[in-house]
């Protein structure tokens, strides 16, 4: 039986993320450009790149990128947005990754990890960061802050996209934030569903500052300073809707 990430970032997930911008993830690469301050023509790995969003603003930045991803439809249409093929496109499970190494960074975006069952799972993507890394490499892991994100969840709700009906419900759950996604086609005449909803499940395991640096010592990296967002607020355990983690290797 295939795992879940297996099956949820095919066609259907381009079009419940279709809102994620390209401006915004060039906002987002210039703040990490500061905060990892890395010279022009620096090797850096964009893990779980999805559709390249990142990877893109990164080569903008004068950076030499590589961008890794299970997904064949994602890396499809990051392919697609990158004519001139400025960024090297692998398809690869971030637990073993076909690369030797050599990178000045690795940055791993919006909140792709926790994608397994298994502790030891997630602490082998961390080792594996720090294979591919340079003895001075940094990395950036951007993820969820768990007490925020249990205080803020939305439970449920719906929208309406290019004639689907996009329902999306939210748990947290064994130690889980877990959200089922529901899209059906809508017949326009009849306004109701004509076929089976398609199903996905999203899940990444919760993990707090004090776990995760943890697992990041297990696998020989150091954390230097998490940020509470995008912006570069100090991390606040309650109040901060990120936990975006920086640090090298030991």
């Known amino acids: 039986m295939a795992e879940w990430y297996e099956h949820s970032f095919g066609e259907d997930y381009l079009l419940v993320y279709k809102h994620r911008d390209t401006q915004g993830a060039r906002r987002e690469v210039e703040r990490m450009v500061e905060w990892l301050k890395l010279p022009q023509e620096a090797k850096v790995l964009d893990l779980c790149c999805g559709m390249g969003r990142h990877s893109m603003a990164l080569v903008e930045a004068g950076f030499v990128v590589t961008g890794v991803d299970l997904s064949e439809v994602l890396l499809r249409e990051a392919r697609r947005n990158d004519p001139e093929h400025r960024v090297t496109w692998l398809q ?145 355990p309650i109040m901060s809707p990120r936990m975006i983690l920086l640090g090298g290797c030991q």
């Open 92 to 236: 690869a499970d971030m637990r073993r990754l076909p690369l030797a190494g050599g990178f000045d960074a690795v940055v791993n975006l919006f909140s792709s990890f926790g994608y397994f069952k298994e502790d030891h799972e997630h602490i082998q993507v961390l080792r594996e960061i720090k294979r591919v890394l340079k003895p001075e490499g940094r990395f950036i892991i951007d993820y969820l802050n768990p007490r925020y994100t249990a205080d803020h969840l939305v439970p449920e709700s719906e929208r309406m996209d290019d004639g689907q009906r996009i329902v999306e419900r939210r748990v947290i759950q064994n130690g889980y934030v877990m959200k089922r996604i529901w899209i059906s086609q809508v017949d326009k005449s009849e306004g109701d569903d004509q076929v089976e909803p398609r199903e996905y499940l999203e899940r990444i395991k919760l993990y707090t500052a004090e776990q995760f640096t943890a697992m990041l010592g297990e696998a020989g990296l150091t954390l230097e300073r998490i940020y509470g967002s995008h912006a570069g607020e100090s991390y606040d």
